[in-house]
């Protein structure tokens, strides 16, 4: 397999350890730069087995090399237009609102909203804002050239919903392989492993949509 590793898009510490893995195991690989505006991969090789590792946008990006096996795990399903359609109301934030970043958003006395990218899930981590808060994050994000936020990136918009216990579940062939609470509401009880009840509502959702033949889904509980 050869690797094409995205360039740290994450500012994420631990990045180097994708290096130190494929070294190890003396794997072959190339680091490269995706710009936010790019609609292709610039990079060319020889060979067949590649797999490319980052952002959302080079997953898209590498679908367009045909001849890459796997060139990268991405089905397209990953889209709120699409598992919305499946899921229903069962989202917590089913009824959203998608347009440009640039885009004023309405807010009423002391409202908090839902906020989080659409298509480029990484560009900033989706989380509950204030009117202050929202209007001082996308005048810091747009005015600071070094980031991959543009007027144009797109965002989804929904009602600020209370969560009592979130979980993550990974999902592999239709069935639950692990799963994890990875944050607990300071009124919760604690819990080593997800509830029952969250196990079997997965499986039903997963028996309804299954987005992908690998993927991850996260269960709120808010009740």
């Known amino acids: 397999m050869y690797f094409l590793i995205q360039s740290n898009v994450y ?23 995706i710009l936010p505006t790019a609609d292709k991969i610039d990079f060319k090789t ?7 590792y980052g952002s959302v946008r080079i997953a898209r990006l590498a679908k367009q090399n045909s001849d890459w096996f796997p060139g990268s795990f991405y089905g397209g399903n990953h889209l709120y237009e699409v598992y ?13 609102t998608v347009h440009k970043i640039s885009k004023e958003l309405m807010w009423e006395k002391d409202e908090e909203k839902f906020i ?27 005015e600071n050239q070094a980031n991959r936020i543009t007027a144009d990136s797109l965002i989804q918009v929904s009602e600020a919903k209370r969560t009592l216990k979130e979980a ?52 709120l509980f808010n009740g």
């Open 116 to 142: 989080k990218p659409y298509s480029e899930a990484k560009i900033f981590t989706g989380k509950v804002f204030t009117e202050s808060e929202w209007k001082d994050f996308i005048f810091e994000r747009l």
């Open 84 to 96: 919305s359609q499946q899921y229903g109301e069962n989202l917590l934030n089913y009824k959203v």
């Open 11 to 33: 500012s994420d510490p631990d990045h180097y350890k994708i290096f130190d893995a494929l070294e190890e195991l003396n794997i072959d690989y190339d680091v490269i730069n």
């Open 168 to 219: 993550r579940l990974w999902i592999v062939g239709e069935q639950i392989v692990d799963s994890g609470y990875y944050r607990l509401n300071e009124n919760a009880l604690f819990e080593e492993n997800v509830s029952q009840d969250g196990l079997d509502f997965a499986k039903e959702m997963i028996q309804l949509f299954n987005l992908a033949e690998a993927f991850v889904m996260e269960y």
């Open 46 to 52: 020889d060979r067949k087995d590649v797999f490319v």
